[in-house]
Structure formats: structure tokens, C-alpha cells
């Protein structure tokens, strides 16, 4: 099992650009999640979903939108990117209470 | 509004036993997690409570408090790879999970 994985893993991204950053996991794992997490803050939850073809909004999705046509795959898309979208991303997914994390992705957006 | 407090940063010395503390405010109360993180690498689980008490596992241990709002997790026989941050979590009345800051935890030999 690959578990959870994520392309690519840095990416730089010029104001206005837009890019999707892939998720994939491999458990058969209903729910999955996009998080950002900024220097010296927690996790914050961006979309999520509960089974192919059901997502919903978290804490922070302005600028975001996401899709789920399979259970193994959850990509999320920036539009017109900004330099407040300058983050690590990582993709979850969960089971029994534990979620599994992907390697996450460096985004710098200048 | 939801909260997740927990101390920023704690030292401790390798062999040693260090407890982090985490209070949280939610609305809902449906688990609390601890989660390890070292530097640029993703979250791992490490523990997660839901009924009052005390959960051990190895050189790990966690403890909750619903009434108080209140967990801690307890490191024992630090080792130099126990240096990262620990991040509290809880699971609110909607199912999602709302994450603390993190406490980055530095051993010195």
C-alpha cells in the first residue's frame, strides 16, 4: 500500500496562475480532506468529503474548490492564485478515528 | 468560537519525562487526538481518548478530562527522536477536526 500520496511536492506559482495538486489514496477510504497549515498554526480544514461525488466545505475554502469522481482520487484546484495561498498543503484521509496524511505540498505563490 | 490552546514550545532533557497540556473549547465534543509531527514531514497519529482517563501506549501516554476540557500526553524515557511538534486535536459536534497550534517539544542530551 502507497497510503496517501500527493503531487507535486514543491511547487512556485505566479499571482493570477492557477495549478490542481493531486491527492490519491490507495486504503479505499471513504472520507478525505485538504488542509493548509501556515508557520507556527494548526491544520486548517479547506474541503472534505465523505464518498465519491459528496464534498463540502471547511474553515478556509475561499479560493479553492475541489472534486471527488472516485474514492481513491481528491484533487484540489486554485484558480487565481494569491500570495496569502502560500502554504503546506496535505491530503488525509481517515478510518476508525486515525487520519492518514499524505507527504504534503510546498506552495509559494509570488 | 472553537479553541485548541497548548504551550508553544517545551524543553526537556533525553531520558526524562515531559507531560504537554492541551485545553480545548468546541462545540461538540466527539474525540481527542494527539498527533506527532517532526520538522517538514507530515502529521502521524499517536493517540486518541474519548471517554475520561488515561490511554497508554509504550513510552506514550494520553489522558482527557471532559468536564474540565482538558488532555495531556505524557512522554516518557525521552529519546532525541521525540524532538517535534505534538499537535492536539478535537472533534467537534460536526465530525471535523479542529487542530491546535502545536507544541514543539526540543530535547537536549
Known amino acids: 500500500n502507497a497510503g496517501v500520496t500527493q503531487t507535486p511536492k514543491f511547487r512556485i506559482l505566479k499571482i493570477g496562475q492557477s495549478m490542481t495538486l493531486q491527492c490519491a489514496q490507495d486504503?479505499?477510504?471513504?472520507?478525505m480532506y485538504w488542509y493548509r497549515q501556515d508557520p507556527g498554526m494548526g491544520l486548517k480544514l479547506i474541503y472534505y468529503s465523505v464518498g465519491a461525488g459528496i464534498t463540502d466545505k471547511g474553515e478556509v475554502p475561499n479560493g479553492y474548490n475541489v472534486s471527488r469522481s472516485t474514492t481513491e482520487d481528491f484533487p484540489l484546484r486554485l484558480e487565481l492564485a494569491a500570495p496569502s495561498q502560500t502554504s503546506v498543503y496535505f491530503c488525509?484521509?481517515?478510518?476508525?478515528?486515525?487520519?492518514?496524511f499524505g507527504p504534503g505540498t510546498r506552495l509559494t505563490v509570488l | 468560537g472553537q479553541n485548541i490552546d497548548q504551550p508553544t514550545e517545551m524543553t526537556a532533557t533525553e531520558g526524562a519525562i515531559v507531560q504537554i497540556n492541551c485545553t480545548y473549547q468546541?462545540?461538540?465534543?466527539?474525540?481527542l487526538f494527539w498527533y506527532q509531527q517532526h520538522a517538514g514531514e507530515a502529521p502521524t497519529f499517536l493517540s486518541y481518548n474519548v471517554l475520561d482517563g488515561l490511554e497508554e501506549k509504550g513510552r506514550f501516554s494520553s489522558f482527557l478530562s471532559r468536564s474540565k476540557g482538558y488532555s495531556y500526553l505524557l512522554l516518557k524515557e525521552l529519546q532525541m527522536k521525540d524532538s517535534a511538534s505534538y499537535l492536539c486535536?478535537?472533534?467537534?459536534?460536526?465530525?471535523?477536526?479542529?487542530w491546535g497550534a502545536g507544541t514543539k517539544l526540543i530535547i537536549k542530551p
Open positions: 486504503m479505499n477510504h471513504n472520507y
Open positions: 468546541t462545540s461538540g465534543f466527539n474525540g
Open positions: 488525509a484521509s481517515d478510518i476508525y478515528n486515525e487520519q492518514f
Open positions: 486535536a478535537v472533534k467537534d459536534s460536526n465530525y471535523q477536526l479542529i
